[in-house]
């Protein structure tokens, strides 16, 4: 008991950091501030408001269960999934829960640790979440999750509806879309859960949470709401740095565990993938699930690629509000925002164009830059590896042109 109450504190302190209003802080020094900003090193990032929902196409699909129907979809580029979905003769949200349930799973996060009492590391569980299935290809079956839930782990193991447990693989995760997919043998795939269409997401239109909060003592649990509202901006810090999150916001209740588990609306399609709540003292029904339509892309090319290939300059940013005055002397009274360039990699793209340490970036490609988060959004949703761009930079109080060549990381 001692041991499931550790994991479930440390699962709560995670949700709660990532989850709670981000203020930024004045730091008393360059070097101290410039030693906490690698985590938001340009190329480490990805918006979820840069995709569109592709459209999904049925197929054929075997199923034991008499209460599901087979179907799939596909994705624009031929990525099929195989998909089941409440039957038409499926008359209550009792019988969508039971037969959409079967394709939730635990999801827990095992890292080597070393006890104070051997020098020996020894795999420990450290967290664990949930992960639905949602693509089942000949012998083998895809899970996705929160990269948060899986982040570290030396082994990660899934826990299936029946009680069956096996060893997963990580296919790929993206910190920044808090997404990851994970394959496991599709012997233990027995349902899969049909995508639907997030878009057409209203505020009142009811949903229902399935995962497992406070760890898989409560697996499966099910939770039921509405939508509060579509396309929440939240804005959440991960190790990939800042960013403002796209989300569903819903008051069905969603609980430390729940990460990774599934959002389903009233036809047991699934619409979102539950990531964070807001965990402060008097609020109440403020969860937030990545919507599917913006996931789909990132799932396809994280199954093809193993990772998201991104646009990379190759430096970390701060922003001006965080930079003491006296380390912006020389720079123009009119200029109010901006980023200061707090370090360049060797060999990038950055140093090669002739980038500095203290450069202070106002503009990109004519676009004015306000902060960091700007800068990675043009970057994510505009640009692609290959294209060059034109910053407008601020150096001893003289304003010069510097072009990039984007590259990848």
């Given amino acids: ?33 410039f030693s906490t900003v690698g985590a938001g090193v340009i190329g480490s990032v990805l918006t979820l408001t840069a995709v569109t929902y592709t ?41 969508m829960v039971e037969s959409s349930s079967k394709a939730i799973v635990g999801v827990v996060n095992f890292q080597n640790k070393r006890s104070q009492f051997s020098p020996i590391e020894e795999s420990a569980e450290v967290g664990s979440g949930s992960g639905v299935i949602f693509k089942k290809d000949g012998n083998q079956a895809y899970i996705v999750t929160n990269n ?23 296919i790929g995760a993206d910190a920044l879309t808090d997404l990851a997919v994970l394959k496991v043998d599709g012997k233990y795939a027995d349902t899969i859960l049909k995508f639907g269409n997030s878009d057409a997401l209203r505020a009142g239109d009811q949903v229902v949470a399935i995962g497992n909060p406070l760890g898989l003592d409560f697996s499966r649990t099910v939770t039921q709401g509405i939508v509060s509202a579509v396309n929440r901006t939240v804005n959440v ?12 916001q819903t008051d ?4 430390p565990g729940n990460s990774g588990g599934a959002l389903i609306n009233s036809d047991g399609e699934l619409v979102g993938i539950n990531s964070l709540k807001i965990s402060e003292s008097g609020v109440e029904g403020l969860g937030f ?30 922003d001006l509000d965080q930079i003491p005055p006296q380390y912006l002397r020389g720079l123009p009274l009119t200029v109010e925002d901006g980023v200061m360039v707090a370090s360049v990699e060797p060999n990038s793209a950055a140093e090669k164009a002739g980038l500095e340490v ?8 004519k676009e004015k830059v306000k902060n960091s988060g700007e800068l990675r959004r043009y970057l994510y949703t505009k640009l692609k590896v290959g294209d060059k761009i034109s910053l407008e930079v601020y150096r001893d109080g003289k304003l010069k042109t510097i072009n990039i060549t984007l590259a990848s990381k």
């Fill in 1 to 33: 008991m001692t041991e499931m109450n550790n994991n479930q504190n440390e699962e709560v302190t995670k949700i709660e950091e990532r989850a709670k209003p981000y203020r930024t802080s004045k730091k008393t020094g360059l070097k101290r501030f």
């Fill in 55 to 95: 459209p999904l196409l049925k197929e054929a699909n075997t199923s034991n269960n008499n209460d599901v129907q087979a179907s799939s979809v596909q994705t624009g580029n031929n990525n099929s999934y195989s998909v089941s979905n409440v039957s038409a003769s499926t008359k209550s949200l009792a019988d």
């Fill in 148 to 170: 948060h839930v899986i982040e570290g782990a030396q082994k990660i193991e899934v826990s299936f509806y029946n009680g069956e447990k096996t060893e997963a693989e990580l």
């Fill in 237 to 248: 810090t991960t190790s990939a740095g800042e960013w403002d999150l796209n989300a569903i």
């Fill in 252 to 255: 069905a209740a969603i609980n």
């Fill in 289 to 318: 699930a990545i919507p599917i339509n913006d996931a789909i892309p990132i799932i396809d090319e994280i199954i093809k690629n193993g990772k998201i290939e991104r646009p990379y300059m190759g430096v970390s940013l701060a």
């Fill in 358 to 365: 203290k450069d202070v970036i106002v503009s990109v490609n």
